[in-house]
């Protein structure tokens, strides 16, 4: 049972157009959560993140926004850049045990010119 | 930018060879994982390490094993390769406190034959 899901596993936005990428999540015991880029050949890069006593966290042209509510949690891209096309995973984790990552399948985003 | 490096990249062997994928860090971290990624799917924790002499298997059963003898260093091998081990196995290490972000290496192509 996925914990962490990616229903869109595919999203083209215009270059200087919007990205926004969306997470939903089942764990209500998750309390961190991640955005990695992760280009082909290469292993994911972590982007930004953000802890559930927060609703928004902000770094350059990247939002990362919490729904906890609905359990949900998107990554804004703004303005998207032709760089930017990559595959982008949600992850969470939960202060109990291990605090391990729990991954979703990734979107690929296709930023064009 | 993170320091942790995974050789080799890429490794096509036959049935039955014993395999090593090697994995260090440079940055002093505790925390150590293998993942292993399938094409369009999510990360599956296979093994993790809290520090030198600490190994724990993770959420995917694994037919590897890995070793921690140094902090810096965290090994993973397969003592007798199969078709079914062929994946993509990505390496990370982390600070001990939650909240913190894991940083991947690059990963290891590994095709069985």
């Known amino acids: 049972d996925q914990q962490v899901k990616q229903n869109s596993p595919s999203l083209s936005v215009q270059e200087g157009r919007i990205s926004i990428l969306n997470c939903d999540y089942t764990?209500?015991?998750?309390?961190?959560f991640l955005w990695y880029k992760k280009y082909p050949a290469e292993g994911p890069t972590f982007l930004i993140s953000?802890?559930?006593?927060?609703d928004k966290n902000e770094d350059g042209r990247f939002t990362v926004f919490l729904n906890k509510s609905a359990k949900h949690l998107s990554l804004h891209i703004v303005p998207s850049q032709p760089g930017d096309s990559a595959v982008y995973f949600c992850?969470?984790?939960?202060?109990?045990?291990?605090?391990?990552?729990?991954f979703g399948t990734g979107t690929r985003l296709l930023v064009s010119p | 930018e993170a320091d942790i490096y995974q050789t080799p990249r890429y490794l096509v062997i036959g049935t039955g060879k014993k395999i090593t994928l090697e994995c260090s860090q440079t940055?002093?971290?505790?925390?150590m994982y293998w993942y292993q990624q399938d094409p369009g799917m999510e990360l599956h924790l296979i093994h993790y390490?809290?520090?030198?002499?600490?190994?724990e298997k993770g959420d995917l059963s694994s037919e590897s094993t890995v070793s921690r003898i140094r902090t810096e260093h965290f090994p993973l091998t397969l003592e007798s390769a199969r078709p079914s081990h062929t994946s993509q196995y990505l390496c990370?290490?982390?600070?001990?406190?939650?909240?913190?972000?894991?940083?991947f290496g690059d990963g290891t192509r590994l095709s069985i034959l």
């Open positions: 990370a290490s982390g600070f001990g406190g939650h909240n913190q972000p894991q940083h």
């Open positions: 764990n209500s015991m998750f309390d961190y």
């Open positions: 953000i802890s559930s006593i927060k």
């Open positions: 992850a969470a984790s939960a202060r109990t045990g291990f605090q391990k990552l729990v």
């Open positions: 940055m002093g971290h505790d925390k």
């Open positions: 390490s809290y520090g030198v002499n600490s190994t």
